[in-house]
Nanobody, 125 residues
Framework: QLQLVESGGALVQPGGSLRLSCAAS????????IGWFRQAPGKEREGVSC????????VTAASVKGRFTISRDNARDMAYLQMNSLKPEDTGIYYC??????????????????WGQGTRVTVSS
């Protein structure tokens, strides 16, 4: 059974950092693109970043570029989202998702078939 489990969400002050983790199980991790998405209250789900199967290519949304970094460790079936210089507008539930593809091809959440349950990030003073 394919499973994705996010962790690492927390309450953090503006300017702070968090590292989100996504633990995968039940499938061959390195044949899937991994994406991070977020959803703020009352807003649509938004693509944050994705990483290709080998980890050599990424796509990052303009709203977080230069602040967030996606990575993956195929030996451990893990993906990560390092978030620096957090802003209140980064608040939301963050999800990792898997798409069977070799390349990201963008941040269209409809292309991702498998999702975790999400982890909450709150940026507030």
């Amino acid at each position: 059974q394919l499973q994705l489990v996010e962790s690492g969400g927390a309450l953090v002050q503006p300017g702070g950092s968090l590292r989100l983790s996504c633990a995968a199980s039940g499938f061959t991790f390195d044949v899937y693109v991994i994406g991070w998405f977020r959803q703020a209250p009352g807003k649509e789900r938004e693509g944050v970043s994705c990483i290709d199967r080998g980890g050599g290519s990424t796509v990052t949304a303009a709203s977080v570029k230069g602040r967030f970094t996606i990575s993956r460790d195929n030996a451990r079936d893990m993906a990560y989202l390092q978030m620096n210089s957090l802003k209140p507008e980064d608040t939301g539930i963050y999800y990792c998702a898997a798409m069977r593809s070799s390349v990201c091809g963008g941040l269209d959440y409809l292309k991702y078939a498998y999702w975790g349950q999400g982890t909450r990030v709150t940026v507030s003073s």
